[in-house]
Protein backbone atom coordinates (compact mmCIF):
# COMPACT_ATOMS: atom_id res chain seq x y z
CA UNK A 1 0.00 0.00 0.00
CA UNK A 2 2.53 2.58 1.08
CA UNK A 3 4.60 1.95 -2.72
CA UNK A 4 1.29 2.13 -4.49
CA UNK A 5 1.13 5.41 -2.76
CA UNK A 6 3.95 6.98 -4.01
CA UNK A 7 4.06 5.33 -7.08
CA UNK A 8 -0.17 6.61 -7.68
CA UNK A 9 0.13 9.88 -5.33
CA UNK A 10 -3.45 11.20 -4.65
CA UNK A 11 -4.86 7.73 -5.97
CA UNK A 12 -7.16 5.21 -3.94
CA UNK A 13 -6.45 1.93 -5.47
CA UNK A 14 -8.16 -1.08 -4.50
CA UNK A 15 -6.63 -4.01 -4.41
CA UNK A 16 -6.61 -7.56 -2.58
CA UNK A 17 -4.72 -9.62 -1.22
CA UNK A 18 -4.02 -13.22 -3.43
CA UNK A 19 -2.46 -14.90 -0.73
CA UNK A 20 -5.17 -13.53 1.69
CA UNK A 21 -8.13 -14.93 0.24
CA UNK A 22 -6.66 -18.65 -0.42
CA UNK A 23 -5.92 -18.48 3.43
CA UNK A 24 -9.22 -17.55 4.14
CA UNK A 25 -10.53 -20.19 1.98
CA UNK A 26 -8.30 -22.81 3.30
CA UNK A 27 -9.31 -22.33 6.74
CA UNK A 28 -12.77 -22.79 5.68
CA UNK A 29 -12.60 -26.28 3.68
CA UNK A 30 -10.06 -27.73 5.19
CA UNK A 31 -13.08 -28.37 7.96
CA UNK A 32 -15.24 -30.39 5.33
CA UNK A 33 -13.73 -34.13 5.37
CA UNK A 34 -14.95 -34.38 1.53
CA UNK A 35 -13.46 -31.17 0.20
CA UNK A 36 -10.74 -31.99 -2.35
CA UNK A 37 -7.80 -30.41 -0.52
CA UNK A 38 -8.61 -31.69 2.73
CA UNK A 39 -8.38 -35.12 0.91
CA UNK A 40 -4.94 -33.89 -0.76
CA UNK A 41 -3.41 -32.69 2.22
CA UNK A 42 -4.91 -35.53 5.06
CA UNK A 43 -5.61 -38.52 3.07
CA UNK A 44 -1.80 -40.29 2.35
CA UNK A 45 -2.18 -42.58 -0.67
CA UNK A 46 -4.45 -39.68 -2.39
CA UNK A 47 -1.52 -36.96 -1.48
CA UNK A 48 1.28 -39.62 -2.65
CA UNK A 49 -0.79 -40.21 -6.02
CA UNK A 50 -1.31 -36.53 -6.61
CA UNK A 51 2.91 -35.19 -5.71
CA UNK A 52 3.85 -38.36 -7.93
CA UNK A 53 2.67 -37.18 -11.14
CA UNK A 54 3.14 -33.07 -9.88
CA UNK A 55 6.47 -34.06 -7.71
CA UNK A 56 7.16 -34.82 -4.07
CA UNK A 57 9.09 -31.87 -3.81
CA UNK A 58 6.19 -29.61 -4.75
CA UNK A 59 6.01 -26.26 -2.71
CA UNK A 60 2.64 -26.21 -1.00
CA UNK A 61 3.24 -23.26 1.24
CA UNK A 62 5.62 -20.48 2.46
CA UNK A 63 6.79 -19.44 5.78
CA UNK A 64 9.10 -16.43 7.00
CA UNK A 65 11.78 -17.96 9.20
CA UNK A 66 14.30 -16.23 11.39
CA UNK A 67 17.43 -17.58 10.64
CA UNK A 68 21.17 -15.82 11.25
CA UNK A 69 19.37 -12.73 12.56
CA UNK A 70 17.67 -12.66 9.32
CA UNK A 71 13.70 -12.91 8.51
CA UNK A 72 13.52 -14.89 5.25
CA UNK A 73 10.92 -16.80 2.92
CA UNK A 74 11.57 -20.56 2.78
CA UNK A 75 9.33 -23.09 0.84
CA UNK A 76 7.29 -25.66 2.56
CA UNK A 77 6.90 -29.12 1.60
CA UNK A 78 5.86 -32.82 2.81
CA UNK A 79 8.69 -34.56 4.04
CA UNK A 80 8.24 -37.65 6.25
CA UNK A 81 4.53 -36.68 6.60
CA UNK A 82 5.53 -33.84 7.95
CA UNK A 83 5.33 -30.12 6.32
CA UNK A 84 8.62 -29.12 6.36
CA UNK A 85 10.71 -26.64 5.06
CA UNK A 86 14.72 -25.77 5.66
CA UNK A 87 14.38 -24.65 9.73
CA UNK A 88 10.26 -25.30 9.94
CA UNK A 89 8.52 -28.36 10.46
CA UNK A 90 4.45 -28.70 11.47
CA UNK A 91 2.84 -31.78 12.06
CA UNK A 92 0.11 -32.74 9.05
CA UNK A 93 -3.48 -32.69 11.28
CA UNK A 94 -6.41 -30.54 10.18
CA UNK A 95 -6.32 -28.99 13.68
CA UNK A 96 -2.56 -27.91 13.64
CA UNK A 97 -2.55 -26.50 9.59
CA UNK A 98 -5.67 -24.31 10.27
CA UNK A 99 -4.06 -23.02 13.02
CA UNK A 100 -1.27 -22.21 11.36
CA UNK A 101 -3.12 -20.39 8.61
CA UNK A 102 -5.02 -18.72 11.17
CA UNK A 103 -2.26 -17.08 12.66
CA UNK A 104 -0.88 -15.91 9.40
CA UNK A 105 2.19 -18.99 9.58
CA UNK A 106 1.26 -20.74 6.65
CA UNK A 107 1.20 -18.96 3.67
CA UNK A 108 -0.23 -21.11 0.29
CA UNK A 109 2.08 -21.73 -2.23
CA UNK A 110 1.62 -21.58 -6.24
CA UNK A 111 0.30 -24.88 -6.23
CA UNK A 112 -2.68 -24.66 -3.86
CA UNK A 113 -3.67 -21.18 -4.64
CA UNK A 114 -4.15 -21.91 -8.49
CA UNK A 115 -5.39 -25.26 -7.66
CA UNK A 116 -7.63 -23.62 -6.06
CA UNK A 117 -8.58 -20.22 -8.19
CA UNK A 118 -8.85 -22.79 -11.43
CA UNK A 119 -9.07 -26.19 -11.22
CA UNK A 120 -11.27 -26.10 -8.22
CA UNK A 121 -13.26 -23.06 -8.48
CA UNK A 122 -13.23 -22.58 -12.43
CA UNK A 123 -11.99 -18.73 -12.20
CA UNK A 124 -9.64 -17.32 -15.22
CA UNK A 125 -6.21 -16.61 -14.15
CA UNK A 126 -4.55 -13.88 -16.29
CA UNK A 127 -1.01 -13.30 -16.27
CA UNK A 128 2.62 -14.23 -17.91
CA UNK A 129 4.05 -16.69 -20.51
CA UNK A 130 5.31 -18.42 -17.63
CA UNK A 131 2.01 -19.06 -15.99
CA UNK A 132 0.22 -19.91 -19.05
CA UNK A 133 2.75 -22.94 -19.34
CA UNK A 134 2.42 -24.08 -15.75
CA UNK A 135 -1.19 -23.53 -15.98
CA UNK A 136 -1.38 -25.65 -19.18
CA UNK A 137 0.63 -29.04 -17.91
CA UNK A 138 -1.08 -28.13 -14.20
CA UNK A 139 -4.32 -29.01 -16.05
CA UNK A 140 -3.21 -31.77 -18.11
CA UNK A 141 -1.67 -33.23 -14.63
CA UNK A 142 -5.20 -33.22 -12.80
CA UNK A 143 -6.97 -34.51 -16.26
CA UNK A 144 -4.38 -37.63 -15.59
CA UNK A 145 -5.54 -37.82 -12.32
CA UNK A 146 -9.05 -38.09 -12.30
CA UNK A 147 -9.17 -36.76 -8.90
CA UNK A 148 -10.67 -33.11 -9.01
CA UNK A 149 -14.00 -32.32 -11.24
CA UNK A 150 -13.09 -33.39 -15.09
CA UNK A 151 -15.50 -30.99 -16.15
CA UNK A 152 -13.98 -27.85 -14.72
CA UNK A 153 -10.83 -29.10 -15.64
CA UNK A 154 -11.44 -29.77 -19.00
CA UNK A 155 -13.09 -26.22 -19.56
CA UNK A 156 -10.50 -23.91 -17.85
CA UNK A 157 -9.03 -21.53 -20.01
CA UNK A 158 -5.13 -21.76 -19.52
CA UNK A 159 -4.05 -19.37 -21.85
CA UNK A 160 -5.23 -16.42 -20.69
CA UNK A 161 -1.92 -14.11 -21.60
CA UNK A 162 -0.99 -10.53 -19.61
CA UNK A 163 1.67 -9.97 -20.30
CA UNK A 164 4.02 -7.52 -23.04
CA UNK A 165 2.00 -4.79 -24.70
CA UNK A 166 0.91 -3.42 -28.21
CA UNK A 167 0.81 0.07 -29.47
CA UNK A 168 -1.43 1.88 -30.07
CA UNK A 169 -2.31 4.07 -33.60
CA UNK A 170 -1.29 6.81 -31.82
CA UNK A 171 1.90 5.57 -31.09
CA UNK A 172 0.94 5.29 -26.82
CA UNK A 173 1.62 2.08 -25.47
CA UNK A 174 -1.05 -0.36 -24.16
CA UNK A 175 -1.10 -2.87 -21.71
CA UNK A 176 -3.66 -5.74 -21.63
CA UNK A 177 -4.21 -4.94 -18.00
CA UNK A 178 -5.68 -1.30 -19.85
CA UNK A 179 -7.94 -3.09 -21.47
CA UNK A 180 -9.04 -5.46 -18.73
CA UNK A 181 -9.80 -2.14 -16.80
CA UNK A 182 -12.16 -0.59 -19.76
CA UNK A 183 -9.08 1.27 -21.96
CA UNK A 184 -10.65 2.15 -25.37
CA UNK A 185 -8.09 1.25 -27.75
CA UNK A 186 -7.97 2.81 -31.23
CA UNK A 187 -5.59 0.62 -33.26
CA UNK A 188 -4.74 0.36 -36.94
CA UNK A 189 -7.41 -1.64 -38.85
CA UNK A 190 -4.27 -3.07 -41.57
CA UNK A 191 -2.14 -3.85 -38.89
CA UNK A 192 -0.32 -7.10 -39.15
CA UNK A 193 -0.16 -9.58 -36.45
CA UNK A 194 3.92 -9.48 -36.80
CA UNK A 195 3.42 -5.59 -36.56
CA UNK A 196 0.47 -5.77 -33.72
CA UNK A 197 3.63 -8.60 -31.39
CA UNK A 198 6.76 -6.51 -32.27
CA UNK A 199 7.07 -4.94 -28.85
CA UNK A 200 6.91 -8.49 -27.70
CA UNK A 201 9.42 -9.75 -29.62
CA UNK A 202 12.18 -8.02 -27.36
CA UNK A 203 11.28 -10.04 -24.19
CA UNK A 204 10.71 -13.20 -26.13
CA UNK A 205 14.89 -13.05 -26.89
CA UNK A 206 13.99 -11.95 -30.83
CA UNK A 207 15.78 -9.12 -32.29
CA UNK A 208 13.73 -6.67 -34.22
Excluded at 34 to 63: G, W
Excluded at 105 to 121: D, K, S, V
Excluded at 152 to 165: E, F, K, M, Y
Excluded at 170 to 199: H, I, Y
Aim: glycine content about 4%; charged content about 25%; hydrophobic content about 45%.
Amino acid sequence: AAQLRKIMPGKSVLYFDLNEVIRTYLILVLKNSQHPLFRFLFEPTIRKTVLDEFSPETPLFTVEVHHKNKIRQETVVFKDDMLQSQNFQLEVSPEKIIKALESGTLCPGLFITFTTLCFINALICFGSFEQVEYLAEFRRKWLKLGFLEQEIVRAVNTSALTSGRCIEESGVAVNPLDLLLGFRWSFMENQTVGELMRPLLPRLGIEV
